[in-house]
Structures are given as structure tokens and as C-alpha cells.
């Protein structure tokens, strides 16, 4: 297709000089070894097509204005600039496409910009295999062959004959082809414009300087409990599905010592609203549920901070990455912060145990009404660096139909024993708690699940991919004696529940009470409503989830 286009070639290259079919040949061969590396791992559909079209398109915008270079120099130089990039975003495109087996989108675009160096190290040794690193080989030489060879006399192309007019009439379709059609979202460059546009100039999911004063819109706060002595813990697990916890139903015992933990309460069906963890804790922390329906803005811990409670996050994860992340926002207000992982630490597996000692410490101050936020590495990929050697106890092949590969069910029992150490993580913390004897509670949830060859043959979280196990997460509640007497909460174990709303149930739990907090979102509480729990752009998850089970019998 590429080669037949005889009014293109003709305005870039001079008739007389067929051999500057070089500069059509380099990006075709780009292109074609891009498409059959997609192809051989994936079936032919519509979405190839879109990206084959779309990537023979951008070259032509590449190659057009080679015509309008009036010396040997520029034209090579100008050459080799962008056939580099081109072979770069290329090599992105595709690379997603094998690893997700979906295109690249705005919003994994803007989970890459808040990722940081630790946790991207770990996603290319757990993704970056043998035929990626061939593929890119293969890219790589034919960047060498152009860059090497003495191409200055076949890459000179005189101005055309036909004028610029055609030129620029020519590029002006190109483009206009790709802004009318669905053709620009196959487009890398396109998209990491849109994403850096919604980044910076939209300021992402929230406004930051809504949560830099400590207490924020939450003026005239009351509670109706007035015992000094609380002690409340907030856990936020990572990664973490339901579907491999034996407290869940999971054929295998991952949650030994939580099962047998008294007085513990196990919401069966609560999802969260994003696959990813910045989406999913802003809203599940601030006002701004999937819906958008508030229009104010403000954090849970601003509320807490008005209601005289002394707040603490303290976190094994790193508190920002390329750029300030959501999450960091939402937490500034935060009275007292502790970070683990930082820059000096991002090449040490801190498993998070290190967190129990400054638990510890936080429990013997003497301070009222404390609530802690503990942010946890969880099970986050690379599962095998979550856990130490002793939690090392799933080493047999489960029954999967999905794969069949040793090194797939190696995966499946690394992400086993990592929740296996999460139970003793959520046990420990809860124990500790327990012999204090205050008022308290500790909520645990996960941030979103993982897919882990579950329903299809993948590993990881991705909205993009968005199978239910990656939304599909824990969520628990132990309560000790003392605050069962102090406070009335209603525990139904069965409601349908997604963690954008999870301000209002937080506020409830702490008996915070402001014209903010709307008890119809609390799964605590008597008045709670159910709505519609709506993911992956506007997809009602009940909905898919009834389709999936009539997949499976």
C-alpha cells in the first residue's frame, strides 16, 4: 500500500532517483515488523487495522517535510531525527499492545507519569521478556543501518517539481484524516500530549489547593461520642483480590490467622472503583466519587483534622513519582507523615513488617484520638519481593485451565505467599491494636485487585484490560468491645458496596458528623442506599459481573 502511493513518492523523491525509495522502505520495514510481532502473539481485528493505517499516516507527516530541506545536511540529519523517534514510539506502541493486549490510552499515560523509578524497575523484570528485547533488536539495527550508512546522496531530495502547494495540501489531509477519524488515539505522541494537557492544565482528578489548609471546607464538625481514648487504624492494602483469599472462598489457606481472628467482619462483595491505585485511593479518601456528583472538594483527613483527631499516614510506598501524584495531594493535610520507601531505600525489599515499630511508637504517645492510615506495599507486582523466604509455602501447581507454562504457576504461588504475608501483616497490626484496650477500630480494603490468570491469561492491573478480579478487593472490619459500646454501626456482610464512597463510611465509623458526609454512602450505616456501581467507562459492574458468571458454568 505504502509503496503504491506513486503522487506521495513522486513529491518526496526525485523520478530521475528511484533509490530514494529508502526513505518509504525504512519506515515500511519499521512498520511491517511492528505488525507481525503484534500479530504472531494476537488474532487480526479491526484495532490492527486502525494502528497499521495510523502508523503509515504518521509517517508520511515524518517524511513530508524532507521536501521542503534544501541542503544534504539538514535532510540527513533531519532524517535520522526522526526515523529514531518514529522506531521509539513505535517500539511503546507495540511493547503495550504484547504486554496488555490493548492499545495504550491516556489513562495508562498518566499512571506511567505517577510511577516511580522502584516500581518501574519491578514492571520491566516482571514484563520485559525474550521476544520484547528481540523485537526491539530488531528495531535497533535497522536504526543502526540508517544512521551508519552513507545515505546523504539518496536522502537529498530537491525541492518537488510540483511545488509546495501539493506538500502542504497533502499534510493538511494527513492530518486532518487523523484528527476526524478514531485513527489519532492509535497515536503515542497524540496521546502523551493529551495526558500531559490533562496532568497539568486540568491538574489531573483534583484541585491541590483544595487540600493544603489543614481542616479545608469542613467547618462546623461534631461528634456525638465523647471518649478521648481512640485509637483508629485505616489499612490500605495493594493489589490484593479477593479471589486468592481463603477468607473468600480460595482453595488454598492464604489467610490462616485471619480466619481465626475474633470478632472480624468480611464484606463479601466490595469492589473498588479503578484498577489503578492513584484513581482509586483519591476518590475512596476525598468527595470525588466515580459519578463526580460532588461538586466541593475536600479529603477524609481534613475532616478528621476538624474533628480534633490527630492523623497519621504512614506509608511503605514512595510518596510521589514523576510528578506529584493525587494521592500525595489529598494526604498534605495530614498532621504527621512517615515514608519508608524513599529514594535512599528504593533498592532494598522493605517488606512491611518495618511498619510495626513505628506503629509501636504512634500507640504510646499520649495523644487523643489517634487514627492511623497505613499504606502498604501489599502484594504489589514483583510478587516474590513482598514476602520473606519463611512466608515461601505455595510451591505446587494450582488447577488453572487458563495456563499451562511452569513459569506461570510460579507466578500464581508467589502471588499466594504474598497474600499469605499480608494476612500476617492485617493480623499483627489488628493484635496490636487489640492489647491497647481503647476505643478502636481497624479497617482494611485493598486499593484495587489483580487479575492472576483468573479469567484471562494476564498478570497484573490495567483499566484498560479491566477484568473484575482487578476490582474485586478485601474489606474488613474489627471492632473492639469498647467502641461496639460506644457507637452504633449496622454490619450486613452482603452489600454491594464500591470504595469511591468510602469517605462517608470512614466519617461514620469515627462518628464525625458534617453537611458533608451523607450517611446513604456509608455501608455502615442503617440508611445506607445501594446505587449503581459503574467501572470501566460506564460499565455497570453487577451487570458484567452476572455475564462472567454464566461464562463460567
Same mark, same amino acid.
Given at each position: 500500500? %505504502?509503496?503504491?502511493?506513486?503522487? *506521495?513518492?513522486?513529491?518526496?523523491?526525485?523520478?530521475?532517483?528511484?533509490?530514494?525509495?529508502?526513505?518509504?522502505?525504512?519506515? *515500511?520495514?519499521?512498520?511491517?515488523?511492528?505488525?507481525?510481532?503484534?500479530?504472531?502473539?494476537?488474532?487480526?481485528?479491526?484495532?490492527?487495522?486502525?494502528?497499521?493505517?495510523?502508523?503509515?499516516?504518521?509517517?508520511?507527516?515524518?517524511?513530508?517535510?524532507?521536501?521542503?530541506?534544501?541542503?544534504?545536511?539538514?535532510? @540527513?540529519?533531519?532524517?535520522?531525527?526522526?526515523? $529514531?523517534?518514529?522506531?521509539?514510539? *513505535?517500539?511503546?506502541?507495540?511493547?503495550?499492545?504484547?504486554?496488555?493486549?490493548?492499545?495504550?490510552?491516556?489513562?495508562?499515560?498518566?499512571?506511567?507519569?505517577?510511577?516511580?523509578?522502584?516500581?518501574?524497575?519491578?514492571?520491566?523484570?516482571?514484563?520485559?521478556?525474550?521476544?520484547?528485547?528481540?523485537?526491539?533488536?530488531?528495531?535497533?539495527?535497522?536504526?543502526?543501518?540508517?544512521?551508519?550508512?552513507?545515505?546523504?546522496?539518496?536522502?537529498?531530495?530537491?525541492?518537488?517539481?510540483?511545488?509546495?502547494?501539493?506538500?502542504?495540501?497533502?499534510?493538511?489531509?494527513?492530518?486532518?484524516?487523523?484528527?476526524?477519524?478514531?485513527?489519532?488515539?492509535?497515536?503515542?505522541?497524540?496521546?502523551?500530549?493529551?495526558?500531559?494537557?490533562?496532568?497539568?492544565?486540568?491538574?489531573?482528578?483534583?484541585?491541590?489547593?483544595?487540600?493544603?489548609?489543614?481542616?479545608?471546607?469542613?467547618?462546623?464538625?461534631?461528634?456525638?461520642?465523647?471518649?478521648?481514648?481512640?485509637?483508629?487504624?485505616?489499612?490500605?492494602?495493594?493489589?490484593?483480590?479477593?479471589?486468592?483469599?481463603?477468607?473468600?472462598?480460595?482453595?488454598?489457606?492464604?489467610?490462616?490467622?485471619?480466619?481465626?481472628?475474633?470478632?472480624?467482619?468480611? @464484606?463479601?462483595?466490595?469492589?473498588?472503583? =479503578?484498577?489503578?491505585?492513584?484513581?482509586?485511593?483519591?476518590?475512596? %479518601?476525598?468527595?470525588? &466519587?466515580?459519578?463526580?456528583?460532588?461538586?466541593?472538594?475536600?479529603?477524609?483527613?481534613?475532616?478528621?483534622?476538624?474533628?480534633?483527631?490527630?492523623?497519621?499516614?504512614?506509608?511503605?510506598?514512595?510518596? $510521589?513519582?514523576?510528578?506529584?501524584?493525587?494521592?500525595?495531594?489529598?494526604?498534605?493535610?495530614?498532621?504527621?507523615?512517615?515514608?519508608?520507601?524513599?529514594?535512599?531505600?528504593?533498592?532494598?525489599?522493605?517488606?512491611? &513488617?518495618?511498619?510495626?515499630?513505628?506503629?509501636?511508637? $504512634?500507640?504510646?504517645?499520649?495523644?487523643?484520638?489517634?487514627?492511623?492510615?497505613?499504606?502498604?506495599?501489599?502484594?504489589?507486582?514483583?510478587?516474590?519481593?513482598?514476602?520473606?523466604?519463611?512466608?515461601?509455602?505455595?510451591?505446587?501447581?494450582? /488447577? /488453572?485451565?487458563?495456563?499451562?507454562?511452569?513459569?506461570? @504457576?510460579?507466578?500464581?504461588?508467589?502471588? &499466594?505467599?504474598?497474600?499469605?504475608?499480608?494476612?500476617?501483616?492485617?493480623?499483627?497490626?489488628?493484635?496490636?491494636?487489640?492489647?491497647? /484496650? /481503647?476505643?478502636?477500630?481497624?479497617?482494611?480494603?485493598?486499593? =484495587?485487585?489483580?487479575?492472576?490468570?483468573?479469567?484471562?491469561?494476564?498478570?497484573?492491573?490495567?483499566?484498560?484490560?479491566?477484568?473484575?478480579?482487578?476490582?474485586?478487593?478485601?474489606?474488613?472490619?474489627?471492632?473492639?468491645?469498647? %467502641?461496639?459500646?460506644?457507637?452504633?454501626?449496622?454490619?450486613?456482610?452482603?452489600?454491594?458496596?464500591?470504595?469511591?464512597?468510602?469517605?462517608?463510611?470512614?466519617? =461514620?465509623?469515627?462518628?464525625?458528623?458534617?453537611? =458533608?458526609?451523607?450517611?446513604?454512602?456509608?455501608?455502615?450505616? +442503617?440508611?445506607?442506599?445501594?446505587?449503581?456501581?459503574?467501572?470501566?467507562?460506564?460499565?455497570?459492574?453487577?451487570?458484567?459481573?452476572?455475564?462472567?458468571? +454464566?461464562?463460567?458454568?
Amino acid at each position: 500500500m %505504502f509503496l503504491k502511493m506513486n503522487y *506521495l513518492r513522486d513529491m518526496l523523491l526525485n523520478n530521475k532517483s528511484k533509490k530514494k525509495l529508502i526513505i518509504e522502505l525504512l519506515f *515500511l520495514i519499521s512498520i511491517i515488523i511492528s505488525s507481525a510481532f503484534e500479530l504472531i502473539f494476537s488474532e487480526f481485528g479491526y484495532q490492527r487495522l486502525l494502528n497499521f493505517t495510523e502508523n503509515i499516516l504518521f509517517a508520511l507527516i515524518l517524511i513530508i517535510p524532507l521536501s521542503f530541506l534544501n541542503s544534504k545536511k539538514p535532510c @540527513f540529519f533531519y532524517f535520522n531525527i526522526v526515523f $529514531v523517534f518514529f522506531n521509539i514510539i *513505535l517500539f511503546f506502541e507495540t511493547s503495550y499492545y504484547y504486554i496488555f493486549n490493548v492499545d495504550i490510552s491516556p489513562s495508562a499515560i498518566y499512571v506511567l507519569l505517577e510511577t516511580n523509578k522502584f516500581e518501574t524497575k519491578e514492571f520491566l523484570s516482571f514484563y520485559l521478556d525474550g521476544y520484547i528485547i528481540v523485537y526491539g533488536l530488531f528495531l535497533l539495527l535497522l536504526v543502526i543501518i540508517s544512521v551508519l550508512a552513507d545515505n546523504k546522496k539518496l536522502l537529498y531530495v530537491k525541492k518537488s517539481a510540483l511545488g509546495t502547494k501539493p506538500l502542504v495540501l497533502s499534510l493538511i489531509i494527513v492530518l486532518f484524516v487523523l484528527k476526524a477519524t478514531p485513527l489519532r488515539h492509535q497515536n503515542l505522541p497524540y496521546l502523551l500530549l493529551k495526558s500531559f494537557y490533562v496532568v497539568y492544565y486540568e491538574s489531573g482528578v483534583i484541585n491541590a489547593s483544595a487540600y493544603k489548609s489543614e481542616k479545608g471546607i469542613f467547618n462546623h464538625t461534631e461528634t456525638a461520642n465523647n471518649n478521648k481514648k481512640k485509637l483508629y487504624v485505616v489499612i490500605i492494602g495493594e493489589s490484593t483480590t479477593s479471589n486468592n483469599m481463603s477468607l473468600y472462598g480460595y482453595n488454598r489457606k492464604t489467610n490462616p490467622l485471619l480466619s481465626k481472628q475474633e470478632g472480624l467482619s468480611v @464484606f463479601k462483595d466490595v469492589i473498588s472503583p =479503578h484498577a489503578g491505585t492513584t484513581a482509586s485511593i483519591t476518590k475512596a %479518601f476525598s468527595l470525588q &466519587d466515580y459519578e463526580q456528583s460532588s461538586t466541593s472538594q475536600g479529603s477524609i483527613i481534613q475532616l478528621l483534622n476538624a474533628a480534633n483527631h490527630e492523623t497519621y499516614w504512614v506509608s511503605n510506598q514512595e510518596p $510521589v513519582g514523576f510528578a506529584e501524584t493525587d494521592i500525595t495531594k489529598v494526604i498534605k493535610a495530614c498532621k504527621n507523615k512517615i515514608y519508608f520507601s524513599t529514594k535512599s531505600s528504593e533498592d532494598t525489599r522493605l517488606y512491611d &513488617d518495618v511498619i510495626f515499630d513505628k506503629l509501636d511508637e $504512634v500507640i504510646n504517645k499520649k495523644e487523643n484520638n489517634k487514627i492511623l492510615f497505613i499504606h502498604l506495599q501489599g502484594t504489589h507486582i514483583y510478587y516474590k519481593n513482598r514476602y520473606p523466604e519463611r512466608f515461601n509455602v505455595f510451591k505446587n501447581n494450582v /488447577n /488453572n485451565k487458563i495456563i499451562s507454562k511452569a513459569h506461570d @504457576f510460579e507466578i500464581i504461588n508467589e502471588y &499466594d505467599n504474598a497474600v499469605l504475608y499480608n494476612d500476617y501483616i492485617v493480623n499483627t497490626i489488628i493484635q496490636k491494636i487489640k492489647h491497647t /484496650n /481503647n476505643e478502636s477500630f481497624v479497617l482494611y480494603f485493598s486499593d =484495587h485487585g489483580e487479575e492472576v490468570y483468573h479469567t484471562i491469561k494476564f498478570v497484573g492491573h490495567n483499566d484498560d484490560v479491566g477484568t473484575l478480579p482487578m476490582f474485586q478487593i478485601p474489606f474488613m472490619l474489627w471492632q473492639s468491645e469498647t %467502641f461496639k459500646k460506644n457507637n452504633s454501626i449496622e454490619i450486613d456482610l452482603d452489600r454491594p458496596y464500591m470504595t469511591d464512597d468510602l469517605f462517608h463510611s470512614i466519617a =461514620h465509623l469515627c462518628d464525625v458528623s458534617n453537611k =458533608h458526609v451523607n450517611l446513604k454512602k456509608s455501608i455502615f450505616s +442503617k440508611s445506607f442506599k445501594k446505587r449503581k456501581r459503574i467501572i470501566l467507562n460506564n460499565k455497570d459492574y453487577d451487570s458484567l459481573y452476572v455475564i462472567e458468571n +454464566k461464562k463460567k458454568n
